[in-house]
């Protein structure tokens, strides 16, 4: 692995139905972060962990959750998936809470039917 | 609350000509970096250029450039003799505080500007 990666690439997903995205880093970052891309939205935080063991919130975190057993990995959980969750989802890391310089992953995209 | 506006949704260009992608944004931070990612077909985001809020020197890499004014609170991008290549989408980002208690890593992005590049 070199970098970050996603998995799966694309799902369709029945609605209410649970479903984990995966996302592993093999640069021992600290932080990580899942965004998700809708159009003309842009791209905009779900969920964010500054260090394995700790989490916090985005901007849009509500029908998912999160977990940051270890340094290179970060799942992202829909616990019972809706029809707005549909959207390409991007999970990140930098080496260092601020340091800013995002690697990212290249995407799952997700439809909810 | 910090904001980024890319006001133009699409902008559709012939082959060689020079196209400005605009980028506003808002914060209170007085220490903040500004980003553009780009998003090719493909889908992955590639990391174009970081500035700091203390540098406001236009910087000049090929046929991008990119103009830092804090006074307007604009970070635009410029792309000379556009080429097919040069098709995607177009993301400002703004960070927060480079250091000091608000400094969390997230960032904040625009709405994107999709670039048709025809040949």
């Known amino acids: 692995i070199a970098g970050i990666t996603q998995a799966p690439t694309s799902q369709i997903l029945a609605a209410g139905r649970r479903m984990t995205l995966r996302c592993t880093q093999d640069m021992r970052h600290n932080a990580m972060y899942w965004y998700r891309q809708d159009l003309g939205l842009g791209l905009r935080l779900i969920h964010y962990s500054n260090t394995a063991g700790t989490t916090g919130k985005g901007e849009v975190p509500d029908g998912y959750s999160v977990s940051r057993a270890n340094t290179d990995d970060f799942p992202l959980t829909l616990a019972s998936a809706v029809p707005s969750q549909t959207s390409v989802y991007f999970c990140?890391?930098?080496?260092?809470?601020?340091?800013?310089?995002?690697?990212f992953g290249s995407g799952t995209r997700l439809t909810v039917v | 609350a910090q904001k980024v506006t890319q006001a133009q949704t699409e902008i559709s260009v012939v082959e060689k000509e020079d196209v400005t992608l605009d980028c506003v944004y808002e914060t209170r931070d007085t220490t903040y970096y500004l980003f553009w990612y780009k998003q090719p077909p493909s889908g992955e985001l590639v990391f174009l250029i970081r500035?700091?809020?203390?540098?406001?020197q236009n910087e000049i890499s090929g046929r991008y450039s990119w103009n830092f004014q804090k006074s307007t609170s604009s970070f635009n991008f410029t792309i000379t003799a556009s080429q097919v290549v040069d098709s995607a989408v177009y993301f400002c980002?703004?960070?927060?505080?480079?250091?000091?208690?608000?400094?969390?890593?997230?960032?904040?992005f625009g709405q994107g500007t999709t670039l048709q590049v025809k040949p």
């Open positions: 980002a703004l960070s927060g505080p480079i250091s000091g208690s608000g400094n969390t890593g997230k960032l904040i």
């Open positions: 500035r700091n809020s203390f540098d406001e």
């Open positions: 990140a890391s930098s080496l260092k809470v601020g340091s800013y310089g995002y690697t």
